[in-house]
């Protein structure tokens, strides 16, 4: 598996990811990233952002099998957004999530003083994860946020 920036060929991959986890989860509701205008168009919207990029695990035909991003949140200075963390149910497990992780944390660090992350509390797994990284759990979200449906938020000194 190797991480690599996403590319415009990756964006439909992404996109059906992104919607089936979350229909998975029973969580393909308004207010979360399953109803972004542009998710269909990660790549376009990643190069467009400034202080912002978008991660792939690569399988060995260089096809796309999950995903994280790092973007600005809103008109907080000096604090980025881990955006859009997702797997294909066949790679979680492996330390995947993991490495996207890494890398998104490795390139805020040069861009943010802080790292935020909206999630659900039903996600235990993921949850726990943010809490290895380090990631504080908020009594509520900051302001501005475009994933009004979230229930759980999380930031981090970088």
Same mark, same amino acid.
């Given at each position: 598996? &190797? %991480? &690599?920036?996403?590319?415009?060929? =990756? @964006? ?16 393909? %509701?308004? /207010?979360? *990233?399953?109803? =972004? ?16 990029? +978008?991660?792939?695990? #690569? =399988?060995? @035909? =260089?096809? #796309?099998? !999950?995903?994280? /991003? ?6 907080? $200075?000096?604090? !980025?957004?881990?955006?859009?963390? +997702? ?9 995947? #999530? ?9 390139? $805020? !660090? ?15 797994? *993921? ?6 990284? /380090?990631? %504080? ?6 302001? /501005? ?5 979230? @229930? #759980?938020?999380? %930031?981090?000194?970088?």
């Amino acid at each position: 598996m &190797r %991480i &690599r920036t996403i590319q415009e060929k =990756d @964006n439909k991959k992404i996109e059906a990811i992104i919607k089936q986890s979350l229909e998975f989860e029973k969580l393909n %509701i308004s /207010g979360t *990233a399953y109803f =972004d205008p542009y998710l269909g168009e990660l790549y376009q919207f990643y190069q467009a952002e400034s202080a912002a990029n +978008y991660w792939v695990a #690569a =399988d060995e @035909n =260089d096809e #796309a099998v !999950g995903g994280v /991003g790092i973007g600005p949140f809103g008109n907080h $200075a000096g604090i !980025g957004e881990l955006q859009k963390l +997702y797997l294909a149910p066949a790679i979680k497990g492996q330390g995947i #999530a993991k490495k996207l992780i890494q890398t998104a944390l490795e390139f $805020a !660090g040069k861009h943010y003083s802080q790292c935020y992350l909206e999630t659900f509390e039903s996600l235990t797994a *993921a949850n726990r994860l943010y809490e290895k990284f /380090g990631f %504080i759990k908020l009594e509520k979200p900051l302001s /501005g946020s475009e994933h009004n449906a979230c @229930n #759980a938020w999380y %930031i981090k000194k970088l």
